[in-house]
C-alpha cells in the first residue's frame, strides 16, 4: 500500500486542495482512493484534541482512531491513498493558547506507527504546504477575526506570533520524527499560481496517470481573504459586549455580503 498524508498547515491552501479533491473524487477513483477530514472525523478530531492537552488519555484515544482509520482501508486495493487534513498537525496556533504546531511531530510519527502496524510494508510519504512567515501571520490572524471571538489587533498578534511563525523549521522537526518516511514541503508562493493551484504537486507526488489528471477540473479558490474593511468591522463586532450568538450570525451576514461583492 503507498500512503501520501498532506498534513498540513493550516493557511497554506489546504482548504483549496481539499475542495479540488473532494470535487473531483470521481474523475480521480480510477487511479486514486481520496480521505479527506469527514472520511476521518474522529481521527482528526482527535489530533486536534491532543495538541489542545497533549494528555496521554487523548494520546491514547488518537491512537484508537488512527487504527481504526488504516483498518477500513483495503490492502488489495492497488490504488495510493492520498490524505488531506490539515488537522492532523492539530489545532491551528494560537487557539487555546498554542504558540505553534509542538504536537505535530508526534502525531505524525504515532499516524506512520500506527499505518505500519495494520499494513506492514505500506510505503508512507508525507507533504506540507508550507508559507512565508509574515502573510502566514496575517492570513491566521484574519482567520480567527472571522471564525471565533478574537479581539487581537493585527500588530499585536503579529508581534507575538511572528517569532513561531518558521513553517520550514517546523517541518524540519516533523522530518525529524520520522526519519524513515519521506517528508515533501512545498511553498505556496510557488504552488499557488499552478492551473490546480497547491493541489498540483501533490499530484505530482502520486504520479497520476496523464489521463486522469487531465480530467481533474479546477474549482475557485478557497477561503479568499476579506477586504481590511470587512475585518475592521469582524473586529469591531468581536469587541463589543453583544452577546455571542448575536456576533455570529452578524458576521456571518457580514462575510457573505462580502463574498458576493468579490463574486
Request: charged share 30%; hydrophobic share 40%.
Amino acid at each position: 500500500m503507498r500512503l501520501i498524508v498532506h498534513a498540513g498547515f493550516h493557511k497554506t491552501g489546504t482548504t483549496s486542495v481539499q475542495q479540488t479533491l473532494d470535487a473531483n473524487r470521481a474523475a480521480l477513483a480510477p487511479a486514486l482512493r481520496v480521505m479527506l477530514k469527514d472520511d476521518m472525523k474522529g481521527m482528526t478530531e482527535a489530533a486536534r484534541a491532543y495538541s489542545r492537552t497533549q494528555d496521554e488519555v487523548e494520546w491514547a484515544l488518537y491512537l484508537y482512531e488512527t487504527r481504526a482509520v488504516f483498518e477500513a482501508l483495503d490492502p488489495t486495493d492497488p490504488r495510493p491513498v492520498l490524505m488531506s487534513s490539515e488537522d492532523l498537525s492539530g489545532h491551528m496556533p494560537f487557539r487555546h493558547a498554542l504558540p505553534d504546531y509542538g504536537a505535530a511531530p508526534r502525531l505524525v510519527r504515532g499516524l506512520a506507527e500506527v499505518a505500519e502496524a495494520v499494513h506492514p510494508g505500506a510505503r508512507i510519504e508525507f507533504v506540507f504546504t508550507t508559507r512565508a512567515a509574515t502573510p502566514w501571520v496575517r492570513s491566521c490572524w484574519a482567520q480567527h477575526v472571522r471564525a471565533v471571538q478574537f479581539t487581537e489587533d493585527l500588530d499585536t498578534y503579529t508581534a507575538r506570533a511572528l517569532p513561531h511563525a518558521d513553517l520550514d523549521r517546523m517541518t524540519d522537526r516533523i522530518a525529524d520524527a520520522v526519519l524513515s518516511h519521506a517528508v515533501h514541503r512545498k511553498r505556496l508562493e510557488d504552488v499557488g499560481d499552478m492551473p490546480l493551484g497547491p493541489l498540483d504537486p501533490l499530484l505530482d507526488i502520486v504520479g497520476l496517470p496523464a489521463e486522469v489528471r487531465a480530467a481533474v477540473q479546477p474549482q475557485p479558490r478557497a477561503n479568499p481573504s476579506m477586504p481590511e474593511e470587512v475585518l475592521r468591522r469582524l473586529l469591531k463586532l468581536n469587541r463589543s459586549d453583544r452577546p455571542w450568538s448575536e456576533v455570529k450570525e452578524e458576521k456571518k451576514r457580514i462575510v457573505r455580503k462580502a463574498k458576493r461583492a468579490a463574486a
